[in-house]
């Protein structure tokens, strides 16, 4: 298994009630009396990254347990939905993309061989007692199959570029909604089978942070566009509670450009703005500390496809944002251009962008796409746009006294302005 550095490690268990417990590990030796329930816990001293292997050693009145080949690094826990829980195997209920993913995902999951990586893969198992696990495992090809890709690309990146072992935790299941992982002081709650038994038993398992990439379940059956924002900050505060630390990084995935208003069944019939007001209710949770999210309307190839390929582009965002805000790699662009100011000079509105100092520019080197205004009589028109440094310029009559602006705003929506980084912009509306 791998160790989060450079915090104190929690290690506990259960055993005979009063019986005397001693941990061993990297030479501190923790000592721990089992408690009237028949649990113990103890706490290691902060560790150093090592690439060493080193062995824990558990024992009490004659009994032993020994963790060979453990290491001290990173360790980050995905969670989330289908996106999430797509697989480096491509898990079988999800239709493979148009092009892109099966061969080069499969050329990795092939050369998966880094033994400072290491996978600790939840099973989708409500029925079992404990957590559904086989324990931690090495990365190889077989060990890597069930494991979310976004999760996978993000500790393999991660781990390029720290030069330390990092540990994922992949706990995700797919058509889930939030409300099933937000821990809830109700007993028994039935919405919340996945906190109780595929998160709640890792609570304690010191860790550097969190990815999470959800949202699609919860807009398609609750329509949440102007609550969910609510509901992920209570999810993200609840964890944050859970391990004592109002601060631990929570970096998640906005969910990409899909034809829900299409969508044929569904229980609440959608419009083509539905999925940009969710966009703009994902969006809200970056207000809270050490949190980002990876803009993913660039992502799909095709647009009734719930299941967007490149899931090592997603895995990659996020580590940007980890390396960047985490980690101290300020040269690291982590996000693309975000609205930061918008003025308007007579017919002239100059919007500029945030994370976009070297200028912006466009993915194909035409004009900037997706910009429309409303019009006197309340219609929507593209706007013709041009780029000036970190700004795009367009016009409206002046007869328009408080104009609505709207980038990329459509559930079909894939715009083409970048900055040089290559990273997409986020999607807005804003009324002047």
């Given at each position: 298994m791998i160790l989060q550095q450079q915090k104190p490690v929690s290690v506990w268990g259960t055993g005979e009630v009063g019986e005397r417990v001693r941990v061993t590990f990297a030479g501190q030796t923790?000592?721990?009396?089992t408690d009237n329930n028949g649990h113990w816990q103890v706490t290691l001293k902060a560790m150093k990254a090592s690439t060493q292997p080193q062995t824990m050693t558990i024992s009490s009145q004659g009994k032993k347990i020994r963790f060979p080949d453990v290491l001290i690094g990173e360790v980050w826990l995905a969670s989330g939905q289908s996106n999430m829980e797509y697989s480096m195997n491509n898990h079988p209920q999800y239709k493979k993309p148009k092009k892109g993913d099966p061969d080069f995902q499969l050329k990795e999951w092939k050369n998966a061989d880094n033994p400072n990586i290491r996978m600790l893969y939840i099973r989708k198992d409500l029925k079992c007692d404990t957590l559904p696990t086989n324990g931690w495992q090495?990365?190889?090809?077989?060990?890597?199959?069930?494991?979310?890709a976004v999760a996978y690309f993000f500790a393999k990146m991660l781990q390029d570029s720290l030069k330390?072992?990092?540990?994922?935790?992949?706990?995700?299941?797919?058509?889930?909604?939030?409300?099933?992982?937000?821990?809830?002081?109700?007993?028994?709650?039935?919405l919340r089978p996945m906190y109780q038994k595929l998160i709640k038993p890792l609570v304690g398992y010191t860790l550097r942070g969190f990815l999470w990439y959800q949202g699609e379940s919860n807009l398609i059956n609750y329509s949440d566009t102007h609550i969910y924002a609510q509901k992920q900050?209570?999810?993200?505060?609840?964890?944050?509670?859970?391990?004592k630390d109002d601060f631990l990084p929570f970096y998640y995935v906005q969910i990409s450009p899909l034809?829900?208003?299409?969508r044929k069944g569904d229980s609440i019939p959608k419009t083509w703005i539905d999925l940009p007001r969710f966009w703009t209710a994902q969006a809200k949770t970056m207000k809270l500390p050490n949190t980002g999210?990876?803009?993913?309307?660039?992502?799909?190839?095709?647009?009734?496809?719930?299941h967007p390929p490149y899931k090592w582009v997603v895995g990659e965002r996020l580590c940007r944002w980890a390396l960047n805000r985490t980690y101290g790699f300020k040269h690291i662009e982590y996000a693309g251009p975000i609205l930061k100011n918008i003025t308007r000079k007579g017919d002239k509105v100059i919007i500029e962008f945030n994370h976009a100092k070297e200028g912006l520019i466009t993915s194909d080197g035409k004009s900037p796409t997706w910009f429309y205004a409303n019009t006197a009589d309340g219609r929507f028109c593209r706007q013709n746009v041009v780029i000036d440094g970190n700004s795009v310029i367009l016009h409206i009559s002046k007869n328009i006294q408080h104009p609505t602006i709207r980038f990329g705003y459509d559930e079909i929506a894939q715009p083409n302005l970048r900055n040089h980084a290559g990273l997409p912009g986020l999607p807005f509306e804003i009324t002047l």
């Open positions: 923790q000592m721990a009396i090495r990365l190889c090809p077989e060990n890597v199959k069930p494991v979310s330390i072992p990092v540990g994922i935790i992949s706990s995700s299941w797919g058509g889930t909604v939030i409300e099933e992982w937000t821990p809830n002081d109700e007993p028994n709650n039935s900050e209570q999810l993200f505060t609840a964890w944050r509670k859970l391990w034809t829900y208003s299409q999210m990876v803009v993913t309307t660039d992502i799909p190839d095709d647009i009734r496809d719930i």
